[in-house]
């Protein structure tokens, strides 16, 4: 039980101590407000408000919570506590006594939770940046292994040019490499500490603010002691980026999804990956990318939700930034399992070699070719394309398609259209004469696999 109620006739309405107690949430990192109380005790100590011993009992006592937390011989509830710290310090006391009352001197529970977050999250961050970095490296892995497999590449979901799979692959895998930057920028936007800032207004007891940072392994100090309670834009940015992530792997998903059809049947997916119907014995439901893209849903509204909660709010801490936790949360969760499982479909997954390579020769998607032709043969772009415009109405009526385009009927088109026609129109020599900067040449996507290599080393 809180004994903050001096000034109070009686203890809190029970619904109301529930209603107000964010222990649910803030048991999720009670090692990292163990850790902050050790930072401040030995700032306390070095600004001589506590002695070497006191010192000394008050960290022993924080481990010993810390240890009863770990095996669960000491379980808070929100029935009795209103958040993590106030449970904390008050095991605390009652192992070492009231000497556990001074680790509170120069301090709010204000800076508390703002520290408490930030530890957090620097450690989140972390790891959801290494998980980014293994579904590029599943891409990767997918490139190299495949990546030479032609297909059409599409807008509009119509068949446009013949690319290379590994070309595709990279249009995804470079967004990901961006998020996973978003990732690094957001952590370091939030290496700034709390500590010290107290409930708005700084503590007048000396505590040097910048060994507390260090020693909480910050770069610096938040500079402005109001501003590091009251910020929550740390905790929006983190989650920004894991909605803009969401909105790339919902992408990537619906793909999957596609692909796997039995229309396309260009991609089967792994096994493990892939769930059955439980009354078509014959499905292979691509469930995951599904879920993938429906939970980016969810950490959009995580999003929202976050914005709201500081739109208009006035300085500086008030009791609605304690409803940041259920939406920061529930959107790293999400996008961290939807990465891993994301790699996992990657990892497992397997592309149909000679799917489209008959399809290419037949369809129209060599039409640009077909109009790159004549202009290398000097005729200008805009009379290239209404040639093969009406070349590829005229076939298309006549129940044919490019392949049946000999040097004969082309100078019907055009006299320009010659004898090397059919060599020109093979779909990877088309490709692979896209050999500039970021065409689909083989060439470009290898060195763009090293580009992102280099990136993830
Ligand atoms: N439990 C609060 C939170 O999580 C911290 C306590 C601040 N409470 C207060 N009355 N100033 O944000």
Same mark, same amino acid.
């Given at each position: 039980?809180s004994?903050?109620?001096?000034?109070?006739?009686?203890?809190?309405?029970?619904?109301?101590?529930?209603?107000?107690?964010?222990?649910?949430?803030?048991?999720?990192f009670?090692?990292?407000?163990?850790?902050?109380?050790?930072?401040?005790?030995?700032?306390?100590?070095?600004?001589?408000?506590?002695?070497?011993?006191?010192?000394?009992?008050?960290?022993?006592?924080?481990?010993?919570?810390?240890?009863?937390?770990?095996?669960?011989?000491?379980?808070?509830?929100?029935?009795?506590?209103?958040?993590?710290?106030?449970?904390?310090?008050?095991?605390?006391?009652?192992?070492?006594?009231?000497?556990?009352?001074?680790?509170?001197?120069?301090?709010?529970?204000?800076?508390?939770?703002?520290?408490?977050?930030?530890?957090?999250?620097?450690?989140?961050?972390?790891?959801?940046?290494?998980?980014?970095?293994?579904?590029? @490296? &599943?891409?990767?892995?997918?490139?190299?292994?495949?990546? +030479?497999?032609?297909? /059409?590449?599409?807008?509009? =979901?119509? %068949? $446009?040019?013949?690319?290379?799979?590994?070309?595709?692959?990279?249009?995804?895998?470079?967004?990901?490499?961006?998020?996973?930057?978003?990732?690094?920028?957001?952590?370091?936007?939030?290496?700034l500490?709390p500590?010290?800032?107290?409930?708005?207004?700084?503590?007048?007891?000396?505590?040097?603010?910048?060994?507390?940072?260090?020693?909480?392994?910050?770069?610096?100090?938040?500079?402005?002691?109001?501003?590091?309670?009251?910020?929550?834009?740390?905790?929006?940015?983190?989650?920004?980026?894991?909605a803009?992530?969401?909105?790339?792997?919902?992408?990537?998903?619906?793909?999957?999804?596609?692909?796997?059809?039995?229309?396309?049947?260009?991609?089967?997916?792994? @096994? &493990?990956?892939?769930?059955?119907s439980?009354i078509?014995p +014959?499905?292979?439901? /691509?469930?995951a990318?599904? =879920?993938? %893209? $429906?939970?980016?849903?969810?950490?959009?509204?995580?999003?929202?939700?976050?914005?709201?909660?500081?739109?208009?709010?006035?300085?500086?801490?008030?009791?609605?930034?304690?409803?940041?936790?259920?939406?920061?949360?529930?959107?790293?969760?999400?996008?961290?399992?939807?990465?891993?499982?994301?790699?996992?479909?990657?990892?497992?997954?397997?592309?149909?070699?000679?799917?489209?390579?008959?399809?290419?020769?037949?369809?129209?998607?060599?039409?640009?070719?077909?109009?790159?032709?004549?202009?290398?043969?000097?005729?200008?772009?805009?009379?290239?394309?209404?040639?093969?415009?009406?070349?590829?109405?005229?076939?298309?009526?006549?129940?044919?398609?490019l392949?049946?385009?000999?040097?004969?009927?082309?100078?019907?088109?055009?006299?320009?259209?010659?004898?090397?026609?059919?060599?020109? =129109?093979?779909?990877?020599?088309?490709?692979?004469?896209?050999?500039?900067?970021?065409?689909?040449?083989?060439?470009?996507?290898?060195?763009?696999?090293?580009?992102l290599?280099e990136?993830?080393?």
């Amino acid at each position: 039980m809180s004994d903050l109620r001096s000034r109070f006739e009686g203890g809190t309405d029970p619904d109301m101590q529930r209603f107000s107690s964010s222990l649910p949430e803030d048991l999720r990192f009670w090692r990292e407000d163990i850790a902050g109380s050790k930072i401040h005790a030995r700032g306390l100590a070095d600004a001589g408000l506590l002695t070497e011993d006191e010192a000394r009992k008050i960290l022993e006592g924080l481990d010993r919570v810390a240890e009863q937390l770990e095996t669960g011989t000491f379980i808070p509830s929100a029935e009795d506590f209103d958040d993590i710290h106030m449970a904390v310090e008050a095991r605390l006391t009652e192992l070492i006594g009231p000497l556990g009352g001074k680790l509170h001197t120069a301090r709010s529970r204000n800076d508390q939770v703002a520290l408490d977050l930030r530890l957090w999250l620097k450690q989140q961050l972390t790891a959801l940046g290494d998980e980014i970095a293994a579904v590029i @490296d &599943a891409l990767i892995e997918r490139i190299e292994a495949e990546g +030479q497999i032609l297909m /059409p590449g599409y807008t509009h =979901l119509q %068949r $446009g040019q013949p690319i290379l799979l590994g070309h595709h692959l990279l249009a995804h895998a470079w967004p990901l490499a961006r998020d996973r930057r978003r990732v690094a920028e957001a952590l370091d936007a939030l290496d700034l500490c709390p500590l010290g800032a107290g409930a708005l207004a700084g503590s007048p007891h000396g505590v040097d603010r910048r060994v507390s940072a260090e020693r909480g392994g910050f770069k610096a100090p938040v500079p402005n002691a109001m501003d590091a309670v009251a910020a929550r834009d740390h905790v929006q940015q983190t989650v920004a980026a894991c909605a803009v992530l969401m909105a790339h792997l919902s992408r990537i998903a619906a793909e999957m999804v596609l692909w796997s059809s039995a229309e396309f049947a260009f991609l089967r997916l792994g @096994d &493990a990956y892939t769930t059955g119907s439980s009354i078509m014995p +014959q499905k292979r439901n /691509p469930d995951a990318a599904e =879920l993938i %893209r $429906g939970k980016a849903a969810r950490v959009f509204g995580d999003l929202q939700s976050l914005l709201t909660l500081t739109h208009g709010l006035p300085l500086s801490y008030f009791r609605d930034l304690q409803e940041d936790r259920h939406a920061l949360f529930d959107a790293l969760d999400t996008t961290r399992q939807c990465v891993r499982i994301m790699e996992g479909m990657w990892r497992s997954s397997r592309f149909v070699a000679d799917r489209f390579t008959d399809e290419l020769r037949g369809d129209f998607s060599l039409a640009t070719e077909l109009a790159d032709y004549l202009v290398t043969r000097g005729v200008p772009f805009r009379e290239a394309h209404g040639c093969v415009a009406r070349l590829v109405k005229d076939l298309e009526t006549r129940g044919l398609d490019l392949s049946a385009l000999d040097p004969a009927r082309g100078r019907e088109y055009h006299p320009a259209l010659g004898e090397d026609l059919s060599e020109w =129109l093979d779909p990877r020599a088309a490709a692979e004469r896209r050999h500039h900067l970021g065409g689909t040449a083989w060439s470009q996507v290898l060195d763009q696999v090293a580009q992102l290599r280099e990136q993830l080393a």
